[in-house]
């Protein structure tokens, strides 16, 4: 018990737990927000609609978290692995803000139909297309995230590593 109140109190250890639900979570939300578009159910979208929130917000802790544990995650690994979490973080900084703007549609695609009911149908479209350019978002963050630590899935040669800044 020991060992896992440890490894809960550090950051890298909570974002690998946490990094699949933005990913596997959206796609989970997907395919259900597809069934219910079909269906034209309003519950099972709302449903699968809190789901795509749900797991486009939790990019946000997973974000933050990879953040805090950059600097020891960056000491553990070898070159190209440095060159990977380099890569990583700056398509997560760059690429976050998808998930961001899906929570926010996913939670305006909830509330909005309430007062304007016309307006479900192409909220949740809305949804459902800037979801799918979030789910690839998150796949081309976790492609180069995959290969900081495991070798086994060094496919391709590391990105060349960025000059260090320092502040001044």
């Known amino acids: 018990m020991e060992t896992i109140l440890r490894d809960l109190r550090q950051p890298e250890y909570i974002h690998v737990l946490l990094n699949p639900l933005p990913i596997y979570g959206l796609a989970v939300g997907l395919i259900g927000l597809i ?13 699968t ?4 929130l749900v797991s486009a917000a939790s990019a946000w802790p997973v974000y933050e978290l990879g953040e805090s544990s ?14 990977w979490l380099d890569e990583h973080r700056d398509r997560a900084e760059d690429l976050i803000w998808f998930f961001y703007g ?15 009911p016309q307006s479900a149908l192409i909220l949740t479209t809305s949804v459902l297309l ?11 963050i976790a492609y180069a995230g ?5 070798r086994e899935f ?13 502040g001044g």
Do not use: C, F
Not at 154 to 166: D, F, G, L, T
């Open 35 to 47: 069934i219910a578009i079909v269906l034209r159910s309003r519950p099972a979208q709302i449903a």
């Open 102 to 116: 899906l929570a926010v549609l996913s939670a305006v695609a909830i509330g909005a139909p309430v007062k304007w």
């Open 130 to 140: 800037l979801g799918i350019g979030t789910l690839a978002a998150g796949g081309y």
């Open 146 to 150: 995959g290969k900081i630590r495991h």
């Open 49 to 52: 609609l809190a789901i795509v």
């Open 70 to 83: 950059y600097d020891r995650v960056l000491s553990m690994a070898d070159e190209p692995g440095q060159a």
């Open 154 to 166: 060094r496919n391709a040669s590391p990105p060349p590593r960025k000059p260090v800044e320092h």
